[in-house]
């Protein structure tokens, strides 16, 4: 399965998942984009976590939350939302080079980054 996201930021992976469509300004905000870029870790989890209360399991959402809570100092709730993506079905994402990329992989490398090597390796 293909999923194509609005703008939303992987940092943690080196990535930033995207959607090219006019929606992408609002959407932005939905999935913390913003605030991730500009450094606000603190504001991309609160945006990030009142997104989930309704879409739980939108994997875009977790990697971003995962990104914010990784850069803001907590990695045990990192971790857990990457270990979370994986247990999911892997789904292809669109990132702004063109390339897509798989959701396993985008959470394996923020699991390596935070020292989770074995995990990663999975």
């Given at each position: ?7 939303a930021?992987?940092?943690?992976a080196?990535?930033t998942?995207?959607?090219g469509?006019?929606?992408?300004a609002?959407?932005m905000d ?6 991730i870029v ?9 945006q990030?976590?009142?997104?989930r209360r309704?879409?739980?399991e ?7 939350l995962?990104?914010?809570y990784?850069q803001?100092?907590r990695?045990?709730e990192a971790r857990a939302?990457?270990?979370a993506?994986?247990r999911q ?5 669109d990132?702004v080079?063109g390339?897509?990329v798989?959701?396993h992989?985008v959470a394996?490398r923020g ?6 090597v ?5």
């Amino acid at each position: 399965m293909r999923i194509v996201t609005h703008a939303a930021a992987v940092i943690a992976a080196g990535l930033t998942i995207l959607g090219g469509t006019a929606a992408a300004a609002q959407s932005m905000d939905r999935n913390g984009y913003q605030a991730i870029v500009a450094g606000n870790y603190s504001h991309a989890a609160k945006q990030l976590e009142a997104e989930r209360r309704i879409y739980p399991e939108r994997p875009e959402l977790m990697l971003n939350l995962a990104t914010a809570y990784a850069q803001a100092g907590r990695a045990a709730e990192a971790r857990a939302l990457y270990r979370a993506v994986l247990r999911q079905p892997a789904l292809d994402m669109d990132v702004v080079s063109g390339a897509t990329v798989s959701s396993h992989a985008v959470a394996a490398r923020g699991l390596a980054r935070l020292g989770d090597v074995e995990q990663a390796a999975r």
